[in-house]
């Protein structure tokens, strides 16, 4: 069982980013799935999640700026990533929702300069 995020970079404040996680889970389409985030010195936080028949939200500081989709046919979350700023800047992970300690992979880094 695998989540494997990908996409992260370096761009400039005000960039965009595209996340992927492909997901090795059983029964994909019908777990609710979801983005977490932890910056340096800082706990993982929530970032965005979207349920199994499509529901999405978000933390506030991302709302209007993120966008969480999936397919489920490639068993595959994305998190489009929009006027970055530097706050944003974290290792970035998906993991089901709510969250379980043996999802927790790698994730990819993203850094957005000022």
């Known amino acids: 069982v695998q989540l494997q995020a990908s996409g992260g970079g370096l761009v400039h404040t005000g960039g965009s980013l595209r996340l992927s996680c492909a997901a090795s889970i059983s029964r994909f389409r019908f777990q609710h799935m979801g983005w977490y985030r932890q910056a340096p010195g800082a706990q993982r936080e929530f970032v965005a999640r979207?349920?199994?028949?499509?529901?999405?939200d978000y933390t506030n500081s991302v709302k209007g700026r993120f966008t969480i989709s999936r397919d489920n046919s490639e068993n595959t979350v994305y998190l489009q990533m929009n006027n970055l700023k530097p706050e944003d800047t974290a290792v970035y992970y998906c993991?089901?929702?709510?969250?379980?300690?043996?999802?927790w992979g790698q994730g990819t880094q993203v850094t957005v300069s000022s």
């Open positions: 993991n089901v929702v709510p969250s379980k300690v043996y999802y």
């Open positions: 979207i349920t199994a028949t499509g529901g999405t």
